[in-house]
């Protein structure tokens, strides 16, 4: 046999020999190739060396040098165990490793059947796969994800690359993660009596040739203001009577038994505990039909570093997704001795995609709109969505009625009392400081009329734009003034008795659909200074988030 004279001191050091975490200093994606080449080894020759070289590598990086994302590396390398508060940057997680750890667990889960690896494959698929592409253009990918707060995807050392002139490691190892997403939702078990094992939930269908039948997977869409997994299974064979099989179906370890149900043809299923698998074995017949409901969690994880210091320094996920804050900076969130995440940690209605808006004005074909910078209100150019500046420019209607249902679409708030809440900071509000005054932001006081204003139809005449009147000074206007330049503070000006053309089109503006909207899967968590929009990783494209959270009661 000539392996032998192939391996490599990494194989070679403690951690075959007497399972120690020696991986620090390690080039990451040099060396997973390497225990996944240790795999192949195992599956040939059947020495159990090399079997036991992939476990504990797979326990040592998931217990010391793994991020909330279930991605490793910093900077290409692996740090010290145990200290990744250090390494929060913006280059964290080699999208390369992504790729090939999931190749381990992989392996990992096919020899040992444990529901460890399947759970460290979604969470790795979700958020270290799905948030490495800006949105849905394809081929716009990153080599790095930040983790460091306040970071961004487009402000790391390579930022976005491009279609067509971007040849990173990362390009190829990225365009195979994405042509692989139905790659492991299905393990088959042979055997007189065929198994098989569903171990990720996304819509798909399979030809199972061994249980002689199609099985169909149906997963409703999950929000996070019905916090449940919803899945169906359906059946269809052509075999009047198929042979004996077994359906094992994944009870994740992020769900709980309480309001968990499994139904077969609408009879009750007994559930298991949350990381086993529920199995099933019978002659299946055309038009079974197998429902599950799971309960998703919303928890807090503690990253990997054992100093007492950064005790505090958390993650949020909401079942397998990786919960950003939309900021720029700011981590701290106080919990005030609450008992319960719900206590600090609250869904974003449906509804409020509803109440969504962006304000603009366009004057020689240049687009402004009304903007929050650096909590001063402002008018910008339009900017390009999925960036930060396109969140500042969104803001949500708040009925002054706490009555009110809302609207079901911004016009519909003409001739009604509203606040206007920053999209990233909700809680707050833009207030008017009187006459001749700009435009700030502030915490929300709902006693306050200065916050208050009536939205009236343009006074511009036109039939698509809106004017904001102040509830405390009426007859006075938000205002944009008269000289177009981005940057131009809004203020609140009183309209005289004149008709002014200049006054009557810079208090009128046009109400858009918001330059960005809320994620089905959308949280506020109430923070120490103020309020984070909490919306997936995966979601997200250049605009500020942070991770890593400074939870403290």
């Not at 409901?293 to 005790?311: F, G, M, N, V, W």
């Not at 001795?337 to 409020?352: K, N, Q």
């Not at 009925?399 to 920053?422: Q, R």
């Not at 923070?527 to 919306?535: D, P």
Request: negative net charge.
């Amino acid at each position: 046999m000539l392996y032998p004279y192939f391996s490599t001191s990494f194989l070679m050091s403690p951690i075959s020999f007497v399972q120690v975490d020696s991986i620090s200093g390690f080039h990451a994606n040099t060396h997973i190739p390497v225990v996944i080449g240790s795999q192949m080894r195992y599956e040939v020759t059947g020495d159990p060396l090399y079997m036991a070289i992939s476990t504990f590598f797979m326990e040592i990086v998931n217990s010391s040098h793994a991020y909330a994302t279930g991605g490793t590396s910093a900077s290409e390398f692996w740090s010290d165990p145990k200290r990744l508060v250090s390494t929060l940057s913006t280059e964290n997680e080699e999208s390369c490793t992504t790729y090939n750890m999931l190749k381990v667990s992989r392996h990992l889960f096919r020899w040992t059947k444990e529901m460890a690896y399947v759970d460290y494959y979604e969470r790795a698929l979700t958020n270290g796969v799905l948030s490495i592409q800006r949105g849905r253009e394809p081929g716009v990918m990153i080599y790095m994800l930040p983790q460091a707060p306040g970071d961004s995807k487009a402000r790391s050392y390579h930022g976005w690359g491009t279609k067509f002139d971007s040849f990173w490691c990362c390009y190829g190892t990225g365009i195979e993660s994405f042509s692989k997403l139905g790659d492991s939702i299905y393990f088959e078990e042979e055997g007189k009596s065929p198994g098989l094992y569903v171990i990720q939930f996304i819509s798909s269908s399979l030809d199972w040739k061994s249980g002689q039948f199609v099985l169909n997977q149906k997963v409703e869409p999950v929000v996070s203001w019905d916090p449940y997994l919803r899945v169906t299974f359906a059946v269809s064979t052509e075999q009047k009577l198929g042979q004996s099989s077994t359906l094992n179906l994944r009870v994740p370890i992020w769900t709980y038994l309480s309001d968990a149900k499994a139904s077969l043809n609408a009879q009750n299923l007994p559930l298991p505990v949350p990381g086993s698998f529920l199995s099933i074995t019978r002659k299946w017949s055309h038009g079974d039909r197998l429902i599950l409901q799971l309960p998703i969690s919303l928890r807090t994880e503690a990253i990997k570093d054992d100093r007492p210091p950064y005790a505090s320094i958390q993650a949020i996920l909401f079942g397998p997704y990786l919960l950003a804050g939309l900021t720029s900076k700011d981590w701290d969130i106080k919990t005030g001795g609450a008992s319960s995440l719900s206590d600090w940690i609250t869904a974003v209605p449906a509804a409020y995609n509803s109440q969504i808006i962006s304000l603009a004005q366009e004057v020689s074909d240049v687009a402004f709109v009304f903007t929050n910078s650096n909590n001063s209100i402002k008018m910008e150019k339009l900017p390009e969505s999925g960036t930060d500046s396109a969140v500042h420019a969104t803001f949500r209607l708040v009925p002054k009625d706490v009555n009110s249902s809302g609207f079901l679409s911004p016009m519909d708030a003409i001739g009604k009392s509203v606040m206007l809440e920053p999209f990233d900071l909700p809680g707050m509000v833009v207030v008017q400081q009187g006459p001749k005054e700009k435009l700030t932001v502030s915490n929300d006081d709902s006693d306050n009329d200065s916050s208050v204003f009536r939205v009236v139809a343009g006074l511009n005449g036109r039939t698509d734009t809106v004017s904001l009147e102040s509830e405390s000074h009426k007859g006075c206007f938000v205002y944009s003034g008269v000289n177009y330049n981005a940057g131009t503070s809004v203020q609140l000006i009183c309209q005289s008795g004149s008709t002014d053309s200049e006054f009557l089109q810079a208090a009128s503006f046009v109400l858009k659909g918001g330059m960005a909207e809320y994620h089905p899967i959308s949280f506020v968590a109430k923070g120490a200074r103020r309020n984070f929009l909490l919306t997936p990783l995966l979601s997200l494209r250049d605009e500020s988030y942070t991770v890593y959270f400074n939870i403290q009661s």
